[in-house]
């Protein structure tokens, strides 16, 4: 029902920056929480940011301060601006959305993802 689709990815100079965009499309009664999760290979996929309907953010420890989470509610996008960029940012990011459908069910949509490389 609900799709979504990253874009903004790429190769980055340590110390440079970039915005990630995910666009959300389909049929649902709404989402609730959009936000951004990162996996490097060999690595679990941890959480990079959040961000509810109402604005209510939530960032991991390593990228408080460098990156900023925002979100379009009636466009229905969530992006995600990195700065001061390290090599350890390096990694396929992936759009998640929790979705409630009509009806009333509540599913967990995510991207394919993009690849962020932060060169040293």
């Known amino acids: 029902q609900v799709q979504l689709v990253e874009s903004g990815g790429g190769l980055v100079q340590a110390g440079g920056s970039l915005r990630l965009s995910c666009a959300a499309s389909g049929i649902a009664w709404s989402i609730n929480v959009m936000g951004w999760y990162r996996q490097a290979p060999g690595l679990q996929r941890e959480l990079v940011a959040t961000i509810t309907s109402g604005g209510n953010t939530n960032y991991a420890d390593s990228v408080k301060g460098r990156f900023t989470i925002s979100r379009d509610n009636a466009k229905n996008t969530v992006s995600l601006q990195m700065n001061s960029l390290k090599p350890e940012d390096t990694a396929v990011y992936y759009c998640?959305?929790?979705?409630?459908?009509?009806?009333?069910?509540?599913?967990?949509?995510w991207g394919q993802g993009t690849q962020v490389t932060v060169s040293s």
């Open positions: 998640n959305a929790g979705v409630v459908l009509i009806g009333g069910t509540i599913t967990n949509s």
